[in-house]
RNA sequence: GCGCUCAUAGCUCAGCUGGAUAGAGCAACGGACUUCUAAUCCGUAGGUCGGAGGUUCGAAUCCUCCUGGGCGUGCCA
């Protein structure tokens, strides 16, 4: 039931004879802000006005506008108020008609959207062979989210996990397993082992690195002095005109300098706890070409050195169990997993394509499409002959296309590529991809309580799974904590709660992520997620198990429930059951919000608003001792598809639902 | 330098293609429990929507400039 587009449909008969856009005005349909305006407002009058210039003021135009409109059967008379507002309020008829008509259904009355052609979601994409860490918590789970919605909506999703499984990180465990691997070991526990010795070189890697940088971090340093001095001078030499934009240098140039002695602090430390760690200190001497010969590593890879690529396909697929494991728990599933390496097979193509097409040429021996509204070109051949990840995309582009017939490709990754979306975009249009509709579906970035990317005291990124690990212990003290089990019959069992915890805590951390518009940087913070009060998953998941709790105290399950319905019919006698019917009507123009912005939140502010809904709901109006059973039964379905569609926003968030908590 | 992006209540954040008196949660204060689990509800207080112009009947929202952050910026992804 999408309440908008019923009465749009009725707006443009109405509007259709002043105008040959009323699609246009009739779009102008949403709800009020305020209940004293009732429950929809059309704007259009004051537009339209405008637009018919014939001397008629809005309220006129209004007024006409309502002599024609036929909503005998949805809305109370339409008022027009203010400058030319037209204010609808439902008819209790039609909600109870309609919650009767949707009671019990699974799709919560959603329409099902029709088309053939499918929706390509491109999410979560984490390297293998790394640990997945923080930073692939947002692609993740706003990608599932997406698929869940867009899905339920009915259009044919695809979704797609873009591996990095070809890249320097198999320089790095080849490395390792070649000089610190041990053959019995590594068979013995593969996943566990190879993650051992990733962090193992990674880390003398970062140590060859930060001895190489620092000549560069130093002279960087007396860069910015100078750069500072020379500022300093400037606002002693400028005019009173210039001052403030001189001062403002000044401080840049600070900041700059700033910067430069931290990036040089920080690689000084890291630098200091391998040559202190007496385990990695002497490996690092030993190994003081490591940073060169990984890369030697991975490139050998890419020739198809024979050892390489046998060790390749050994390591895989335990990378791959290693990262399923927390897809299952997350209780995240894809469609289809093709990483880089699948595609690397048809990159010489893409680049004598874009030759062919006059698209790319030789720049100082790389291979590069220069785009007229970028400075800097796509690269996709380096030098060297390597391909880079704008031709892999350009190669994936192609292939789901060809094989996925879709209308639209969301890419979820993070914002800060965005330059690199719009350059791919921009050669997908020169290649004449015209039809399909591609999407950078970005997202900022997770900031500790600091306000800065969220880090380790040490400075490395924060492992997903003892985050997961935190966020399930956090909601076991405050969920499963002794003084609140005391009430519960049957008694809970330690199998029980450890369930709870999991869906509990594993929800808040997804839930806070979602309840941030995508685009915005958000703070970190895992006792407030998961604190049970205020805007929280665990809010709306106790919502719903105080449902679950009354149509047990009553005895009824969904059938029952529909037949008292058919029985007693449905009537209100208070305002927070038209409020929350109402309410549970708007589920379908959430759930199009998502897919319009491409942007959960809304899903996630529908779920919040529809609890506290509900909590007003039963502060008022108790079901089980109702007046009669006409009241009882009103009640019993509201409770039902307040049920139902928690639970199913829930499950569209990727979030499950406990029965008791 | 250029490009992108952000600035809303003490704090964390919403605010849909311009709509009526800018919202929620937390924190603060005052109420409501012989409870269908108070993890709740009701109320009070709290904002020159960074600043200045402009477009409009109407601007937190669109445009320009300014201030202050963040990010990106030819061979990593």
Same mark, same amino acid.
């Given at each position: 039931?999408?309440?908008? #587009? ?27 802000? +305020? ?37 005998? @059967? ?41 088309? =053939? ?64 691997? =041990? ?24 140590? #060859? ?18 750069? /500072? ?41 890291? %630098?200091?706890?391998? @040559?202190?760690?007496? +385990? ?12 060169? @010969? ?36 997350? @209780? ?10 699948? *595609? ?34 796509? %690269? ?36 800060? #590529? ?60 405050? /969920? ?19 369930? %709870?915890?999991? /869906? ?34 665990? *809010? ?15 005895? /009824? ?17 208070? %305002? ?29 502010? *529908? ?55």
């Amino acid at each position: 039931m999408h309440v908008p #587009q019923l009465l749009q449909q009725r707006f443009m008969d109405a509007l259709s004879e002043f105008t040959d856009q009323a699609d246009q005005y009739a779009a102008m349909i949403r709800a009020t802000s +305020d209940p004293k305006h009732g429950d929809y407002q059309a704007n259009c009058a004051m537009p339209l006005a405008k637009h018919l210039n014939d001397g008629r003021n809005p309220r006129e135009v209004a007024s006409m506008l309502v002599a024609r409109l036929e909503l005998d @059967d949805l809305c109370e008379p339409p008022e027009i108020a203010g400058p030319g507002f037209i204010n609808l309020k439902l008819k209790e008829s039609f909600l109870t008609t309609t919650l009767q008509q949707i009671l019990g259904d699974e799709r919560c009355g959603i329409t099902q959207v029709k088309t =053939d052609k499918s929706i390509v979601i491109d999410f979560s994409s984490p390297n293998v062979a790394k640990p997945m860490h923080v930073g692939h918590i947002r692609s993740t789970v706003i990608g599932d989210s997406l698929a869940r919605t867009l899905g339920f909506l009915g259009y044919p999703i695809v979704t797609d996990n873009h591996l990095g499984d070809w890249g320097t990180q198999f320089g790095i465990i080849i490395y390792g397993y070649k000089h610190f691997g =041990d053959e019995a070991t590594v068979a013995a526990d593969p996943v566990t082992e190879l993650a051992k010795l990733y962090r193992i070189v990674n880390q003398l890697v970062e140590y #060859q690195k930060a001895i190489k940088s620092l000549p560069r971090l130093r002279q960087a340093i007396e860069d910015a002095k100078q750069a /500072v001095s020379l500022a300093r001078i400037d606002v002693e030499n400028a005019d009173s005109k210039q001052q403030k934009k001189a001062k403002k240098a000044v401080s840049a140039t600070e900041r700059r300098l700033l910067g430069a002695e931290a990036n040089l602090a920080s690689a000084e430390e890291k %630098i200091s706890n391998i @040559d202190q760690d007496p +385990d990695l200190g002497p490996r690092a001497k030993e190994h003081d070409s490591i940073d060169t @010969d990984v890369l030697e590593e991975t490139a050998k890879l890419h020739r198809g050195d024979e050892v390489n690529l046998s060790l390749w396909n050994r390591f895989l697929p335990h990378c791959k169990d290693e990262i399923n494991r927390m897809y299952n728990r997350l @209780d995240i599933h894809f469609d289809h997993t093709l990483g880089e390496s699948f *595609y690397h097979p048809m990159l010489a193509k893409v680049t004598s394509k874009l030759e062919q097409l006059g698209l790319a040429s030789d720049s100082d021996g790389a291979l590069c499409v220069f785009l007229p509204e970028f400075d800097a070109p796509m %690269i996709v051949r380096k030098q060297d002959g390597a391909y880079l990840y704008a031709t892999t995309d350009l190669a994936t582009l192609e292939y789901r296309l060809n094989e996925f017939n879709p209308a639209e490709i969301l890419y979820v990754v993070d914002t800060r #590529q965005s330059e690199h979306f719009d350059k791919l975009f921009a050669v997908a249009d020169h290649f004449g991809l015209k039809d399909v509709k591609l999407v950078h579906v970005n997202f900022g970035t997770v900031l500790g309580e600091d306000g800065r990317p969220m880090k380790t005291r040490s400075g490395s990124l924060i492992g997903l799974e003892s985050l997961l690990n935190d966020a399930v212990e956090r909601a076991k003290e405050v /969920v499963c904590n002794p003084e609140r089990l005391s009430g519960f019959t049957p008694p809970m069992e330690t199998e029980e709660q450890q369930h %709870i915890a999991e /869906v509990i805590g594993i929800g808040a951390i997804k839930f806070a992520d979602l309840s941030h518009h995508r685009t915005s940087d958000y703070r970190f913070n895992l006792d407030k997620m998961v604190a049970l009060e205020g805007n929280t998953s665990a *809010y709306v998941q106790y919502s719903y198990a105080r449902m679950q709790k009354i149509l047990q105290n009553a005895n /009824v399950n969904d059938e029952d429930v529909a037949a008292l319905v058919r029985e007693h019919g449905l009537e209100f006698t208070h %305002i927070a059951e038209r409020n929350l019917v109402l309410q549970l009507l708007k589920f379908e123009e959430a759930l199009h919000n998502v897919h319009k912005d491409y942007a959960p939140n809304h899903l996630v502010d *529908y779920l919040l608003d529809t609890a506290k809904a509900y909590s007003r709901f039963n502060d008022n109006c108790h079901v089980i001792k109702a007046e009669s059973q006409a009241i009882r039964s009103t009640r019993l379905a509201i409770v039902v598809q307040c049920k139902q569609t928690l639970a199913k926003g829930l499950n569209l968030l990727g979030i499950d639902v406990v029965s008791r908590m």
